[in-house]
T-cell receptor, first 114, second 112 residues
């Protein structure tokens, strides 16, 4: 069974540019989560999809961030325009069951904004 | 709100040394507690969990006991190996919302 995959593994962009991160969850997992770790700090929740619907987006930092999950399969997270403080590692996770802490994580996308 | 506090790192140990990584939490309700581990170049993996007070989670020689009276979930291993070198994250989940709340993580390096 393939795990959660994320693309790209690393992205370096300039301030003001746009970046789109992609996450492919484990097949059959309706729940998809995005988290972010800024260097040296906690991993923080961004949002949670159940299928194609946003269940909880309370962690999204501002309206420069847009997450989508068309068709309830893969998800994208777009940052437009990127700012220096957006640098960090973006993790995607998925789970089959709603409301559990056992989540399967991808390797993360390291975003560097210069 | 919910929060998790981990001891400051990094930690460097010799092989076969005893490991303790402290974790305390603040939460409303009755959280489930987790240790996740991130090996170099990989995603986070669930290491162990405990869902109620006095439960002990264990896996790969690691153990942690859910202590409600001290709001703690310290991770221990009796004899670490070089292959245990990784970043360890303590986390909680309450089910009242859908998110894991993580500590800052601690980097463990084990030297031969």
């Amino acid at each position: 069974e393939a795990g959660v995959t994320q693309f790209p593994s690393h992205s370096v962009i300039e301030k003001g540019q746009t970046v789109t991160l992609r996450c492919d969850p484990i097949s059959g997992h309706d729940n998809l989560y995005w988290y972010r770790r800024v260097m040296g700090k906690e991993i923080k929740f961004l949002l949670h999809f159940v299928k194609e619907s946003k269940q909880d987006e309370s962690g999204m930092p501002n309206n420069r961030f847009l997450a989508e999950r068309t068709g309830g399969t893969y998800s994208t997270l777009k940052v437009q325009p990127a700012e220096l403080e957006d640098s960090g590692v973006y993790f995607c996770a998925s789970s089959q069951v709603f409301g559990v802490g056992e989540q399967y994580f991808g390797p993360g996308t390291r975003l560097t904004v210069t | 709100g919910n929060s998790v506090t981990q001891m400051e790192g990094p930690v460097t140990l010799s092989e076969e040394a005893f490991l303790t990584i402290n974790c305390t939490y603040t939460a409303t309700g009755y959280p489930s507690l987790f240790w996740y581990v991130q090996y170099p170049g990989e995603g986070l993996q669930l290491l162990l969990k405990a869902t109620k007070a006095d439960d002990k989670g264990s896996n790969k020689g690691f153990e942690a006991t859910y202590r409600k009276e001290t709001t703690s979930f310290h991770l221990e291993k009796g004899s670490v190996q070089v292959s245990d070198s990784a970043v360890y994250f303590c986390a909680l989940f309450t089910g009242a919302n859908s998110k894991l709340t993580f500590g800052k993580g601690i980097t463990l390096s084990v030297r031969p």
